[in-house]
């Protein structure tokens, strides 16, 4: 497994990481038993760079990555995120990021983690009602404190990607980017490589569907988080699986499943670039580390330019009442 950097501040991480979310939440089929040994396969394949957060459970998948780390810290570059506001009973509170809370957010995490520093904090969402000047600003206190190593935005935009770099150096932008969410490329990615900020691609296979495995929207259980998802609803779903057939026959030809070309594609777009696939399982956490054997060529390149263009997904990739915290 290579080591990429993300940013110019020293953050080195594997080129593939491990998205942990789904092993405590909005995915069906969960078990702890085998998502720590998906944790564990991960660190000894090379994979060091977690991603969880506070709400994921709520509160729960810190611990259960903790837990799994708990003898191997050394081997992880860990992160999590702050600012999607919980209560215990799974409510969702909005958006924070008053510099009070995120000193009390980050405290919280390191008691669940089990750790004394967290490598990269994230704000998970921008609040709106709180300049980000003074949320990086009580971030970058972290850092002076030694309870943060760096500091990183998710779904964030351009103008605030700035603001908040002016005021501490932000590491790493986390946004969706895949073969179905293409957005970052015409602002994002121009913004964050001119300021030298590395990126994070959350759901890179498109919350599963561009592994191929759903052929019909009741292939999701009933307890699924994606069912709320437009881009697994009705027409749009069979729009969308249209994609997927051509990305799997394309695939075909390399010997490879959806899910590696779908991410070896994310690699070949720039060494700044560090996907983060969810998984819960090792059978899927292997296929997917497998992707960074596949080399695809420029001509390769060209014919899934034509396969998945920009705007190509049917659907937001929210619903409604959640796409008016992305990008902002």
Known sequence: ??????????????????????????YSGRNEEESIATL???????????????????FTNEKLVGQAINDRRDQV??????GNVRSEDGGFRGVNGHPDYVRQACDASLKRLGVEVIDLYYQHRVDPNVPIEDTVGAMAELVQQGKVRYLGLSEAAPATIRRAHAVHPISALQTEYSLWSRDPEDEILPTIRELGIGFVPYSPLGRGFLSGQFTKPDDLPADDYRR????????NFHKNLELVEQVKAIAATKGA??????????????????PIPGTKRRKYLEENVAATDVT???????????????GIAAGDRYPTQHMSAVNR
């Open 296 to 310: 695809l060529t420029l001509d390769e390149l060209k014919q899934i330019e034509t396969v998945a263009p920009k």
């Open 257 to 274: 499943t959806p899910s590696q070309f779908a991410l070896a594609w994310l690699l070949a777009q720039g060494d700044d670039i560090v």
């Open 77 to 82: 570059i860990l992160a999590t995120k702050f």
């Open 1 to 26: 497994m290579k080591t990429k950097k993300l940013g110019n501040q020293g953050l080195a991480v594997s080129e593939l990481g491990l998205g942990c979310m789904g092993m405590s939440e909005f």
């Open 40 to 58: 564990h396969r991960a660190l000894d394949l090379g994979v060091t760079f977690l991603d969880t957060a506070d709400m994921y459970g709520p």
């Open 228 to 235: 709320n998802s437009p881009r697994f609803q009705g027409e």
